[in-house]
């Protein structure tokens, strides 16, 4: 008689806790070359995911495909697309929808006590909207301060069981003179997965962003998060750790001119539990914008490749379609 054995069950329990609790998927791939270091910074259609309040900073109809390669992994697929949309004095509506597609491997136990193993597909859907809107232009020393807010619906599919839940993320943002700005996010509250209730993420950055006589632009972000019972192991006591701090820092130059920008970016994120540090997270990425269009690219490593899933990659394309709209109907006036 055959048992499956709890390998199988591990697999897609693994796959289940990371999409509920959610992964930090890091969406994008600037904000991902950056370190992850963009809650204060994100100027793109994916502030939805980083930090919907900064999505008052996208000024034009855009839509955004991302994918995320894991090198070091066969089997698995990330994949994101949104659609981002600034309507006067309603603010920017954004709707996006993260696949998670996976091949999950567990053995069968025989009778003489030998394992086959076999495969089976895993896939996680989250399917967002969300609203950006700037509340005032100034006020003392806040500017372009704006709320934001982001409501998710997750569903898991797999031979061995379905699951679908619901959760917000609540967001703010502000700017300061001299470049400087702050974001922070509160991420699935109120998030119920499959009848258990997820632990809130929070989330918070500084950014500074210069621009140097026209043609120059320096770009720097700090970012921290925390979150409860996360089933992350301490290297001394091998113990859960129930109370996790993460830290994100990222580095940007840009080259400007008319028009046109090319952009060389690196970063690191690490994460501190009861004084001990484990697995440094490294990346870096270039991307160029040239009228509507926008290209990203990035590539993250760590001093842990197991911990972190190996080497990725993440290659993000951004059309702003009203921009292309106007551009192809001057060409052929």
């Known amino acids: 008689m055959k048992k499956q054995i709890i390998l199988g069950l591990l697999c897609c329990g693994c796959m289940l806790q990371a999409f509920g609790s959610p992964v930090d998927m890091m969406i994008g791939a600037r904000g991902y070359g950056l370190g992850g270091a963009y809650v204060a910074l994100a100027n793109d259609p994916s502030a939805a995911y980083w930090n ?76 967002s909207l969300s609203l950006g809107r700037q509340l005032f232009d100034e006020l003392l020393i806040f500017r372009r301060t704006s709320v934001g807010l982001s409501i998710n619906r997750y ?82 006591s091998l113990e859960p750790a129930r109370n996790n701090i993460k830290g994100f820092a990222g580095l940007e130059y840009a080259l400007l001119n008319n028009g046109f920008e090319f952009a060389v970016r690196g970063g690191g994120n690490g994460m501190a539990w009861h004084n001990t540090l484990h697995n440094y997270t490294f990346t870096a990425g270039c991307g160029f914008k040239w009228l509507g269009y926008s290209l990203q690219y990035a590539f993250v490593g760590a001093t842990d490749r197991d911990a972190a899933l190996g080497y990725g990659h993440r290659i993000s394309l951004i059309l702003e379609l009203d921009r292309l709209y106007l551009g192809q109907k001057g060409m052929t006036e």
């Open 155 to 236: 569903s898991f599919t797999t031979e061995f069981g379905n699951g679908a839940g619901l959760g917000f993320d609540v967001g703010v943002s502000t700017e300061f003179p001299y470049g400087l700005s702050f974001g922070f996010i509160a991420r699935t509250l109120g998030a119920e997965f499959m009848g258990y209730l997820l632990d809130p993420e929070l989330r918070w950055g500084i950014g500074y962003s210069q621009v140097i006589k026209e043609m120059h632009r320096i770009t720097a972000g700090v970012d921290g998060l925390y979150k409860m019972n996360r089933d992350y192991q301490d290297e001394k």
């Open 52 to 127: 919907p309040s900064r999505l008052s900073q996208v000024r034009h109809i855009s839509l955004m495909n991302s994918n995320w390669i894991l090198q070091d992994v066969e089997g698995m697929n990330v994949n994101y697309a949104n659609l981002t949309v600034p309507i006067k004095y309603v603010g920017t509506i954004s709707g996006g929808w993260l696949i998670n597609h996976a091949s999950l491997e567990y053995g069968v136990l025989n009778d003489d006590n030998t394992v086959i193993m076999k495969s089976n597909s895993a896939n996680e859907h989250r399917f």
